[in-house]
């Protein structure tokens, strides 16, 4: 059999691994097979069906092949540095991966929770800064997602790229929060526009927006506290000022100062 035969046939089989890992991950792999998989991104253009063989009697079983360490790993004909890095660092990921999973989410039990969570995400920005906190159904925060920077009346696409975030984090309800670098934490007609606007895309995809909450100067402001955010029969909307913006902005201005 040609040389170009065999490599093209080496080629063929590391292909149906990647297909099959793609297709149902690891799920019906043998060991040796998924030592194939891993080293075949380590040493290309060779039949490595051989060496996943020898690893495997070397330590044993594929655990211990994979808690072995790079320097019992290059002891092994064939594996060199870049194999026995990449072979050792599965157990070392995994080991990280749990450590990540254990480590507990915030919860956002209250009002002051919300507010305490979001001046520390905006603290010490300069520019506007917009996140959306994406929350499980127990208030967990599953992510703090930093979506855009600059002011909320610029960015055209907050309301799409709001959309892609919940979702592709699965959320069951997300606050908004951005600052207003030496400001006040009084909302301006845009930001009370946008939130309307946000309100209504995520009420189609049944994702509750809870609050939208404005930092400034170490203090925030919770839209929901202020009565800017109300249930409604159809979903969740703004009460906005539907007049010039200024005029709006002097109207939600009596409004907190009214309550000092």
């Given at each position: 059999m040609s040389e170009h035969k065999v490599q093209h046939d080496h080629a063929g089989h590391r292909k149906r691994l990647r297909d099959r890992f793609c297709a149902n991950g690891l799920d019906g792999f043998a060991p040796h097979e998924t030592l194939e998989l891993i080293l075949s991104y380590a040493i290309p253009r060779c039949n490595v069906n051989p060496l996943a063989h020898q690893l495997l009697k070397r330590f044993g079983?594929?655990?211990?092949?994979?808690?072995?360490?790079?320097?019992?790993?290059?002891?092994?004909e064939g594996i060199g540095e870049y194999a026995a890095v990449l072979i050792s660092l599965f157990a070392a990921v995994?080991?990280?991966?749990?450590?990540?999973?254990e480590m507990e989410m915030p919860v956002l039990r209250n009002r002051g929770d919300m507010e305490r969570h979001c001046i520390r995400l905006l603290k010490g920005c300069r520019e506007e800064h917009f996140y959306v906190v994406c929350l499980n159904g127990q208030m967990e925060v599953l992510a703090?997602?930093?979506i855009a920077r600059g002011s909320i009346g610029e960015v055209k696409t907050y309301p799409r790229i709001v959309a892609e975030t919940a979702l592709r984090y699965n959320a069951h309800s997300v606050i908004l929060c951005h600052n207003h670098p030496g400001g006040?934490?009084?909302?301006?007609?845009?930001?009370?526009?946008?939130t309307?606007?946000?309100i209504s895309m995520l009420n189609m995809l049944e994702i509750r927006l809870i609050d939208h909450i404005i930092v400034a100067g170490g203090a925030a402001m919770s839209m929901n506290d202020e009565g800017l955010i109300q249930t409604q029969t159809s979903g969740y909307a703004i009460e906005?000022?539907?007049?010039?913006?200024?005029?709006g902005e002097i109207l939600i201005s009596r409004k907190l100062a009214g309550k000092k």
């Open positions: 079983s594929l655990h211990n092949t994979l808690d072995a360490s790079v320097e019992e790993l290059q002891q092994v995994a080991a990280k991966y749990e450590e990540s999973r703090d997602a930093l006040t934490v009084i909302p301006s007609a845009a930001d009370m526009e946008t309307a606007n946000l906005r000022n539907r007049a010039a913006n200024s005029a």
